[in-house]
């Protein structure tokens, strides 16, 4: 058991911190291409201060309007969302006890959905006494399994297999001896996951292959980098986008991968590879989201100040690893990016504020063809405080 003596107050900004720095990879749930034409019907956000998991239908505006008998019971300290084509799955840290040790009975709740009314019901938990969901929390693309971080070590990853029931089984767990991964994310195959470690204050990227029939890794190549921070793909899995904190600020990168090997190009061993471009991006850059077309990409950012931008939500044009600034009025930008989602059509982006005080969802329009962004009539929403979304 991890017995940190931290109150609820203290465990709910871990979690928060936790999401923050790994990039809130458990934000977005990989979909098969032939679902990305479809416009997202439902929303669903791992909430906390209460825990919970709310439930909201998007029209076809972008309005959200709450599903009856929402938010349902979450397990306790919800840390991240996602799920497959027919369960949801939400993963919690535990809570604290009355003499304020944490995490008590950390688990992994598993519900079903009707997708017709997007109605939750409950259909198993799986407790998990290493699960520290703010490490990341992923699905692979088949749906088969779950990647959870865990306490195992200095921080790692645990594989759970899914049944067809949406029971979970421990499937396996990554080389402790790694230490320190976090903000886990999968190419469009399912071939290759990435994760980000900081072990020994080396900043890095991991590489691994995946085992179709185990989801247990078969091997891992590092990737010698600074930039780690909100790491994310492109949908075709080209590209891998991530942050560095640098002494002016931080900066956003692109690197080009090799489809075949998941690994981008290093002409000397040894050598860092080289990115294609990396531009200034201010404080905290949170998330890093494609948009479904891969043309744009959506920065989140937490935090004001102290950097050469400020915060909010901006926009790149992204075109074969570069990035072009596209015109946008300053959303958002006194606040605090909390999580950052386009819809599965591409037509709207969704953000929320700052989990830890807000319970505010913004919504806006997107120009598919300029990246233009406008808020939709009655934005923002009250969703409660969101630390991690999904949409279906």
């Known amino acids: 058991m991890n017995n ?10 871990t979690i928060l ?8 990879s458990a934000i977005a749930t990989p979909m098969p291409a032939s679902a990305q034409a479809s416009a997202s019907k439902f929303m669903y956000a791992a909430l906390v201060s209460p825990d919970g998991v ?24 919800p840390g991240g969302i996602v799920g497959n084509s027919r369960f949801i799955f939400v993963a919690g840290l535990g809570s604290v006890d009355d003499q304020g040790f944490c995490c008590q009975n950390p688990a992994i709740t598993t519900y079903k959905q009707d997708p017709v009314t997007g109605a939750l019901t409950q259909v198993a938990s799986f407790r998990h006494d290493p699960l520290e969901p703010g490490r990341g929390l992923v699905m692979d693309p088949s749906g088969r399994f779950l990647y959870a971080g865990t306490t195992n070590g200095s921080g790692s990853l645990d594989v759970f297999t899914v049944a067809e029931d949406g029971h979970l089984t421990v499937a396996g767990s990554f080389d402790i001896r790694l230490g ?63 942050s560095e904190d640098g002494p002016t600020g931080f900066q956003l990168c692109s690197f080009r991968l090799n489809t075949m090997t998941g690994l ?82 591409g037509k709207f982006l969704f953000v929320s504020d700052n989990p830890g005080t807000s319970i505010l969802m913004n919504v806006f329009s997107f120009d598919q063809d300029t990246g233009a962004l406008a808020p939709v009539s009655g934005s923002p929403f009250n969703v409660g405080n969101a630390v991690s979304v999904l949409l279906r």
């Open 4 to 13: 940190r003596t931290l109150c609820l107050f203290v465990l709910t900004l």
């Open 17 to 24: 911190l936790a999401l923050i720095i790994t990039g809130c």
């Open 54 to 77: 709310g439930a909201l239908h998007i029209d076809g505006d972008g309005n959200l309007t709450p599903l009856p008998g929402g938010p349902i019971a979450a397990p306790p300290g």
């Open 180 to 242: 320190d991964l976090y903000g886990p994310v999968f190419n469009p195959t399912g071939q290759f996951l990435y994760a980000a470690t900081t072990h020994f204050g080396v900043n890095a990227i991991y590489r691994f292959e995946i085992d179709p029939e185990s989801g247990r890794p078969l091997d891992q190549q590092e990737i010698d980098t600074p930039a780690i921070y909100g790491m994310n793909l492109s949908p075709d899995g080209r590209f891998l986008l991530a």
């Open 264 to 345: 981008p190009p290093i002409e000397t061993v040894g050598v860092q590879p080289t990115p294609i471009a990396c531009i200034p991006v201010g404080d905290r850059p949170v998330h890093i989201v494609f948009h479904p077309d891969k043309r744009f990409v959506a920065l989140g950012q937490f935090g004001v100040g102290g950097g050469a931008l400020p915060g909010g939500i901006r926009i790149y044009r992204f075109e074969d690893g570069n990035f072009v600034p596209v015109p946008n009025p300053p959303f958002l930008a006194s606040q605090r990016a909390g999580t950052v989602t386009f819809s599965a059509d």
